[in-house]
């Protein structure tokens, strides 16, 4: 039986293991969707509500999967919609392979509708391979380069397809001249560094006697090594936001995220230390690491595209973590005292209290922190998370401790909005027997994420752990934004542009046949939860916060609280309780003991009043 060059398509990404694609139909894949519909559906064609979505969910799926992402998108509006999804993965080294339409050849070079330069637009976002297939000998070898391109560089590919190729017969390439013949499948691989270079790291780590060591995703594979060197170095570990999931925050000495978004300890970590070892990281705040040419330094990376970045270090190890380090341990000497890691673990042990003591605070009406606090302690131990850029990110960075095989996710270097809920899609298609829980901004929600609840709706039988929780703080604000203003610029919030209206998401998602919990008071926050985790499908559940709280960053300055006051001075309209807020939070890093402070309301952070309600617009 013949088979067109679709046909071919959608076997070829069968044999290579590809088990759906996450798409939106448009006229310039309409050869893909027959075939499609030839082929029964394999692999699954997964329908999101707009292709920037499709994109996102392709990055979500490869993220906590493993495996390959892949989205589909007609030609013109369809291909541009990908762009920022396929950024976020090209940023965040993700495996996608993107399916774009194109005109027929007859009608390209003439302005025809819909008619884009795709070579242009995706040179820089699919840089590692983007190809045009004009004839059918062509396909087997420009879609097997992608697929293994995007496998090895971690990275998107793309394979642009014009309507009209789409349809003519496939015929394979001939054993003739210039005619590229292909092959199915890639070993795994991984790469090692020299002897003498092992041997330079380790005199480097052993002379040490203050370690910190910084993971990112890329020591994902390695866990139990990282664990080994931290105890055998007395070392303190903190983690970039990506590498979240990399260690369980139940080890005493593991500091949590670092940056903005980071924790104290970790501040006081990269700050005190006297050497510093890097694990699959490239994080790129250099600001937060230790002051340059303080240290010594070792990093260890599997891309020596990106080696050697960041700091200067005096061994730069190419390789994959997990084989590096276990060459390295050997030659590592056990630290006899560990008063370094000591106070590594009291440091963490006092951020916690402040954390707690921070999330207790009273608001009006929710405290924010109070939101994500309750919930760490309810987390299934096989939980998926995702968080949306923004303010939300700051309290799933700093309030919510891995554990167990938990995963967990945001777009790290791209730090785009509307990310988290087709994140938590490709999660739950990655892994259907888990429970997955999106935390998600207003602003983020109402950008593209009340969209893709319909996707939600759409899907959930398929799932065999219907649980996915979408939380959504509702502060009718873009707070992230309101707060860099202030402390940045040292500008008052500008309503126009800050403030959007109240949407019942809840109501919403029950409009929809799901499960819609609105919370209005602090004490009905934790039952709000365990009722959402135990449900039976997907809930919506939103809490009504204040967007007064600040997200202190954990290195702040006098000059930044100085800037927050000017901001004040030129008439904040939020300027009364955000400087209750900012002051209340902040002084929680400084008290002695336990317990309450200063009227601090029971630890529910219930409603302690406040004036000046102008910041979301009341």
Same mark, same amino acid.
């Given at each position: ?21 996450? &798409? ?24 999101? =509500? ?20 892949? $989205? *589909? ?27 774009? &339409? ?55 590919? *793309? ?63 390695? =866990? ?10 007395? *070392? &303190? ?14 080890? @005493? ?17 990269? =700050?005190? $230390? ?5 694990? &699959? ?137 509307? $990310? ?88 919403? *998602? ?11 008071? #602090?004490?009905?926050? #934790? ?23 600040? #997200?202190? @960053? ?65």
């Amino acid at each position: 039986m013949s088979q067109n060059v679709a046909d071919f398509v959608l076997a070829r990404l069968r044999e290579w293991g590809v088990r759906q694609v996450f &798409g939106y139909p448009g006229d310039g894949i309409n050869g893909l969707l027959a075939a499609w519909e030839r082929a029964g559906d394999e692999p699954r064609f997964i329908q999101a =509500r707009h292709e920037e979505m499709s994109a996102f969910a392709a990055g979500g799926f490869a993220k906590f999967s493993g495996e390959l992402g892949v $989205c *589909a998108a007609t030609s013109g509006p369809g291909a541009i919609h990908l762009l920022n999804g396929l950024y976020d993965a090209k940023l965040d080294h993700v495996p996608v392979v993107a399916l774009l &339409g194109q005109t027929n050849r007859s009608a390209m070079g003439g302005s025809y509708q819909q008619e884009v330069d795709l070579h242009a637009l995706f040179k820089d976002v699919a840089s590692d391979f983007l190809e045009t297939v004009t004839v059918p000998e062509q396909l087997p070898n420009v879609l097997d380069r992608a697929i293994r391109t995007a496998y090895a560089r971690r990275a998107p590919t *793309a394979v642009i397809l014009p309507a009209d190729v789409q349809q003519l017969e496939y015929s394979p390439p001939q054993h003739a001249f210039k005619m590229v013949p292909s092959s199915l499948g890639s070993s795994s691989w991984t790469a090692s560094p020299e002897p003498e270079a092992l041997r330079h790291a380790a005199e480097v780590l052993n002379a040490g006697e203050r370690v910190a060591i910084l993971v990112g995703q890329g020591a994902a594979g390695a =866990r139990q090594e990282v664990t080994e060197i931290a105890e055998l170095l007395g *070392a &303190g570990v903190a983690k970039a936001l990506l590498g979240l999931d990399v260690l369980s925050d139940e080890l @005493p000495y593991v500091t949590g995220s670092i940056g903005l978004l980071g924790t104290r300890p970790s501040f006081e970590l990269m =700050r005190d $230390c006297d050497t510093l070892l890097t694990v &699959g990281s490239s994080f790129p705040y250099s600001q937060f690491l230790p002051e340059f040419g303080a240290v010594r330094g070792v990093q260890i990376d599997l891309d020596p595209h990106m080696i050697g970045m960041r700091y200067p270090y005096e061994v730069n190890l190419v390789g994959d973590a997990a084989d590096t380090l276990r060459a390295l341990i050997p030659l590592l000497e056990r630290r006899k005292g560990n008063g370094w890691q000591k106070k590594v673990v009291a440091n963490v042990e006092r951020w916690r209290e402040t954390m707690r003591r921070r999330a207790e605070v009273s608001a009006d009406p929710i405290n924010p922190e109070y939101v994500a606090a309750e919930l760490d302690p309810l987390l299934p131990d096989d939980a998926v998370l995702t968080a949306d850029s923004g303010s939300v990110a700051n309290w799933y960075a700093r309030h919510l401790r891995m554990r167990g095989s938990m995963r967990g996710t945001l777009s790290g270097t791209l730090a785009t909005m509307g $990310c988290a809920v087709p994140y938590a899609i490709g999660a739950k298609f990655a892994h259907p027997d888990r429970p997955v829980i999106a935390l998600v901004g207003d602003g983020a929600m109402q950008m593209n994420g009340l969209a893709e609840l319909i996707s939600i709706a759409k899907y959930r039988k398929e799932w065999a752990d219907q649980r996915l929780v979408v939380a959504v703080w509702n502060n009718q604000d873009l707070n992230q934004v309101t707060w860099e203003m202030r402390a940045m610029a040292g500008s008052p919030q500008f309503l126009p542009s800050q403030h959007i209206p109240d949407v019942r998401y809840a109501t919403f *998602a029950e409009s929809l046949g799901l499960t819609g919990i609105r919370v209005e008071k #602090p004490e009905d926050v #934790p039952d709000a939860w365990r009722r959402a985790l135990a449900a039976d499908g997907p809930v919506v559940v939103e809490f009504l916060t204040d967007p007064a709280v600040p #997200p202190i @960053p954990p290195h702040a300055t006098w000059e930044q609280i100085e800037a927050a006051a000017t901001s004040i001075l030129k008439g904040d309209p939020d300027r009364v309780s955000m400087v209750r807020q900012g002051f209340k939070a902040k002084v929680q890093e400084f008290l002695p003991g336990r317990g309450r402070r200063n009227g601090e309301n029971g630890g529910n952070g219930a409603n302690g009043g406040k004036g000046g309600n102008g910041g979301n617009g009341h």
